[in-house]
């Protein structure tokens, strides 16, 4: 049997999950999901494998439905659910889903696959208790779920995990953020990627706590829940840490003061996805009383490196490798560095996916020929902690035979008291190779030359931004990352 599935019985009468429509026990949470696996059976003895995408809003229906789909034997494709319909046809025909379930509010969306000749387009009003009960023994080395890359710097990919890579991404969690029955968390992240499924719902869910739903966001929803006092873990964003700083500003001081003291009682504060800068780390240690806890992770291979549960926690710094992840860095012909050069991050270990999902070309591009996965993230080590210096493919910058870090002169330029926000990356220049160049959150009015001269008084030159643009926001995906290929077009 499914381990998350066999716990959630130790929690039989526990509320596991709270949404909009109400609360909801473990049972529940089973029964609804042993509904869903029997209606997609339809009589059949296993799924094997079929593909099955689903588009429902955060909340029970979304995770009873997943969990439908693995005990009936299927692979979940989570759909994102602010994409417009080229986008889910691409990861719905490349997948090859043969059902696709969705929430009454996705129909529309959705309806070009109405009286499909190879796909059914089922809505969950339609899901109704069957007489058929008996369900498949799963093998845990089986396909469980295909999430999609961010597609940052190519066209997404489907990243095929088995049941068994999720059981160890998820245990790990729970034993080195120390995840218990008591803890209640908040689920705002979207459900389409590692960090909302894995890290929050997953982890709270294994652990027998409770997780509850806040869809659509609401910075000031986030700080009623928080005064209500049940939550003590909470995970997000970067993106979503800015703007709870900004809504938490705009309270009078009795509020900000009930609210830091609500908050210093809670026991783990994550942030992950995208680079935190260490202002904001700063700026939510003072507003909460907590140093967020900073980890690294992919959807290839769930989380790898984090900071510690106890102990020093070091801005700007990823932490070290987790219990069961070995992780190296290397050079480009392989070779390990020496102790504080910089390197690619290769992970090995079981939490490692699979495959990508009908790209054999890829996947063993993706390995070397001993079984390391190739991040293409660049880090080195620094007195025991890994830091990020940026992907080697768009964050780190090859002009005039230097190699320079964008995530480094970022964080910088985030100090200047006129900037907001930034992203800065390499464009092609026939003499360097590329030039450093800035987009910035800002006024117009700024004086880049004041900023210059600021800026090399704390960097070399060279690494001094040769143009800057204005934005009023830089353009993300879904998890608040920059989309950096994106914001190149803009020069």
């Known amino acids: 049997m499914l381990q998350l599935v066999n716990k959630a019985q130790q929690y039989a009468e526990k509320i596991a999950i709270v949404d909009g429509s109400g609360s909801y026990t473990f049972q529940q949470l089973l029964d609804k999901s042993q509904e869903v696996a029997a209606f997609l059976l339809q009589g059949q003895t296993d799924l094997k494998q079929s593909r099955v995408a689903f588009m429902v809003s955060p909340g029970f229906n979304y ?3 997943q969990w439908g789909i693995w005990r009936a034997g299927g692979i979940a494709v989570p759909l994102c659910i602010t994409y417009p319909f080229p986008s889910l046809e691409y990861v719905i025909e490349d997948t090859g889903a043969e059902f696709i379930l969705t929430g009454p509010e996705y129909g529309e969306v959705l ?12 809505s969950l009003e339609e899901i109704k208790a069957t007489d058929s009960s008996t369900l498949p023994a799963i093998k845990t080395d089986r396909g469980a779920m295909i999430l999609y890359t961010s597609g940052t710097t190519s066209l997404p990919k489907g990243v095929l995990t088995t049941h068994d890579n999720i059981q160890n991404q998820v245990s790990t969690l729970v034993k080195a953020w120390q995840w218990s029955s008591e803890d209640y968390t908040l689920g705002i992240l979207p459900l389409h990627h590692v960090h909302g499924i894995i890290n929050v719902m997953s982890c709270a869910l294994w652990a027998g706590a409770t997780i509850e739903f806040l869809h659509p966001f609401s910075a000031s929803r986030v700080f009623e829940i928080f005064e209500e006092g049940k939550v003590n873990v909470f995970m997000a964003v970067p993106t979503i840490y800015f703007k709870l700083i900004s809504q938490f500003e705009s309270y009078p001081e009795a509020h900000r003061k009930a609210l830091t003291e609500r908050m210093q009682r809670f026991r783990l504060m994550v942030s992950g996805s995208a680079a935190l800068p260490v202002s904001v780390m700063e700026k939510w240690k003072t507003i909460s009383g907590h140093y967020l806890l900073e980890r690294y992770g992919m959807t290839e291979i769930g989380m790898a490196i984090s900071n510690p549960y106890s102990g020093e926690r ?3 710094h990823i932490g070290q490798p987790l219990p069961g992840v070995e992780v190296r860095l290397v050079d480009e012909n392989n070779q390990e560095v020496a102790a504080g050069e910089p390197g690619e991050i290769q992970i090995k270990g079981p939490s490692v996916f699979k495959e990508y999902w009908g790209k054999e070309e890829a996947t063993a591009k993706a390995f070397t020929e001993d079984g390391w996965f190739k991040t293409g993230d660049i880090a080195q080590v620094d007195e025991g902690y890994y830091r990020i210096l940026g992907r080697d493919s768009i964050d780190i910058i090859k002009s005039g035979g230097y190699k320079i870090s964008a995530l480094e002169i970022e964080e910088i330029l985030r100090k200047y008291p006129e900037i907001k926000d930034c992203g800065v990356v390499g464009v092609p220049d026939e003499e360097w190779g590329e030039i450093v160049v800035a987009a910035l959150v800002a ?13 090399r008084e704390r960097m070399p030159a060279y690494k001094t931004p040769r143009k800057y643009i204005f934005l009023e926001d830089l353009p993300r995906n879904a998890m608040g990352k920059v989309t950096k290929n994106e914001l190149k077009k803009l020069f």
Request: net charge positive; glycine share 4%.
């Open 63 to 65: 995770t009873a439905v």
């Open 111 to 122: 309806s070009p696959y109405k009286n499909h000749s190879s796909k059914k387009l089922i």
């Open 314 to 316: 070091k801005a700007g």
């Open 443 to 455: 006024d117009s009015s700024l004086d880049s030359s004041k900023l210059n001269a600021w800026l």
